[in-house]
C-alpha cells in the first residue's frame, strides 16, 4: 500500500487548467499568499483555497506560514512543494552539462565535462547520466525526480523525442532519447533542440523575462535560432524551424557539415571560424604561438588573440559578426522580433562581435522593425541550457495530464 501511494505521488499532476496555472506562477513568481494569488487568477478566495488545499493534498504545493498583516486577517502563503526536483541535460557538440533543480528551477547543483558528441548516442548518455548521478548523491538532489529536460544539438521530432537527421552527430538519427533517458531516471522527459532550450532559458531567468516575441541565436560549433512566439517555442510542422546555420550565403563556398556549400555555419560557426584560424595563423604571432604550443587551434584560441589586440582575431571576428548580422536582417524584418539574444560559445568574442551584428541587422533591417530592437549577449552562460531544459519539463508537468 505505501509502494502505491509513492507512485501515486510521484504520477501527480494539475488535474485542471486552474491548478497547472497556480503551479506556474509558484515557480516563476515565488511563494504567494493567496490574496496576492487571487488577482491574477481571477477566483474566488473559496475556490481558490479549493484548488490549493488538493494541489497539497497531491504533494505538489505545501503552507509556507501567513503574509505580514495588511490591516485585517492575515492571508496563508502558498509555495511550491520544497521535495519537487527536476533533471536537466544539455547536450552540446563537444560538451555536456548537468543540474538538479527545486520547482522554482532554482539550480541545486551542476556538474559539466568536455564531451564529443560524434562518439554516439550510447557513450554520450551514458556519461550524462553518470554526471547526474554524481549530483545525485548530495543529499539535497537525492530522491525522486519529477521529470527530466534533455536539450541536444541538432534538428528533433518532439513528438517522438528523438533527433532526425542532425548533421553534426553522427549516429543518432532517430535514436530514442527520450525513451532511454526516461528508462533510466523512471520520470517523464522530454527532449528538444538545444537552441529552444536556451530560448526557455533565457525566458525563465535572462534577458528575455519579459519579452513574449523573441529570438534566440546560439553561435557555437553550430549555429541555431530559438523562435518564441507569444511566450511559446515555435518548431514548426517537424522541428526544424530556426535551423539559420544551414541558410545559404552564398552560392559556392566552403564545405558545411551538412553537405552543402556556402552556407552560415561553414563562414561562422565556431568549428570553422578554428579551421580558418589555423590556415591564417602564420600571419598572427598570437595565433602562431598557439598553434605552435598545441598543434591545433579553437574558437577560444581566437578569442584570447582578439583579447590581447590581434590584428588578424579582431578582423576574423569582424568578419563572423558580419556573416551573423547579415541573416539575422532578414529575420529580423520578417519576424519583427522584440529583442534578439545572442548566446553559445561565440559570446566569449564579445563586444567586436555583437558591435558587428548590430551594425548590419540595424543597417539592412527594416527601420520599423529595429528602431527599438535591443540585440544582447545572453549573461547566463553555461546555466542557460540547464535551466531551459528544467523550464522544459516543468511546463510539462505544470500542466493537465
Known amino acids: 500500500m505505501e509502494r502505491k501511494k509513492q507512485l501515486m505521488r510521484i504520477a501527480a499532476r494539475p488535474e485542471n487548467a486552474h491548478q497547472a496555472r497556480l503551479l506556474r506562477l509558484l515557480r516563476d513568481r515565488g511563494p504567494q499568499s493567496r490574496s496576492e494569488l487571487g488577482q491574477p487568477m481571477e477566483l474566488s478566495r473559496s475556490k481558490l483555497a479549493v484548488e490549493l488545499d488538493r494541489l497539497a493534498e497531491l504533494g505538489l504545493v505545501e503552507a509556507g506560514g501567513l503574509a505580514a498583516s495588511s490591516g485585517g486577517r492575515r492571508s496563508a502563503i502558498a509555495t511550491l512543494a520544497s521535495g519537487l526536483r527536476f533533471a536537466a541535460i544539455d547536450i552540446g557538440a563537444t560538451s555536456i552539462d548537468v543540474a538538479v533543480t527545486d520547482g522554482e528551477l532554482r539550480v541545486l547543483g551542476q556538474l559539466s565535462e568536455p564531451c564529443d558528441i560524434r562518439q554516439g548516442p550510447a557513450a554520450v548518455l551514458e556519461r550524462a547520466l553518470d554526471l547526474l548521478g554524481k549530483l545525485r548523491t548530495d543529499e539535497q538532489m537525492a530522491g525522486r525526480l519529477h521529470g527530466a529536460g534533455v536539450g541536444v544539438p541538432g534538428p528533433v521530432s518532439f513528438r517522438e523525442g528523438m533527433p532526425v537527421a542532425p548533421p553534426i552527430m553522427p549516429g543518432w ?94 563562414y561562422a560557426g565556431g568549428a570553422a571560424l578554428a579551421r580558418e584560424a589555423t590556415a591564417r595563423a602564420g600571419r598572427s604571432p598570437f595565433l602562431s604561438e598557439r598553434l605552435a604550443a598545441a598543434g591545433t587551434l579553437t574558437a577560444t584560441d581566437l578569442a584570447d588573440a582578439a583579447a590581447a589586440g590581434d590584428p588578424l582575431a579582431v578582423a576574423m571576428i569582424r568578419e563572423a559578426g558580419a556573416h551573423l548580422g547579415t541573416a539575422l536582417a532578414g529575420l529580423v524584418s520578417f519576424f519583427n522580433p522584440g529583442l534578439v539574444v545572442i548566446a553559445g560559445g561565440l559570446t566569449g568574442f564579445g563586444h567586436p562581435l555583437l558591435a558587428e551584428i548590430r551594425s548590419v541587422v540595424y543597417r539592412r533591417s527594416s527601420p520599423l522593425a529595429t528602431g527599438n530592437l535591443p540585440i544582447v549577449l545572453s549573461e547566463l552562460a553555461e546555466l542557460g541550457g540547464v535551466i531551459g531544459a528544467a523550464r522544459l519539463i516543468s511546463d510539462h508537468i505544470f500542466s493537465v495530464a
Open 173 to 266: 538519427h532517430r535514436f530514442p532519447v527520450r525513451e532511454a533517458i526516461a528508462q533510466e531516471l523512471g520520470c517523464p522527459v522530454l527532449v528538444d533542440n538545444d537552441v529552444n532550450i536556451l530560448a526557455l532559458g533565457e525566458m525563465q531567468a535572462g534577458s528575455a523575462h519579459s519579452v513574449a516575441d523573441f529570438l534566440l541565436v546560439k553561435a557555437g560549433t553550430g549555429i541555431g535560432c530559438g523562435i518564441v512566439v507569444d511566450g511559446g517555442i515555435y518548431r514548426g510542422v517537424s522541428g526544424s524551424a530556426g535551423d539559420i546555420g544551414h541558410l545559404r550565403i552564398t552560392d559556392d563556398g566552403p564545405v558545411c557539415a551538412c553537405g552543402n556549400s556556402g552556407c552560415l555555419e561553414a
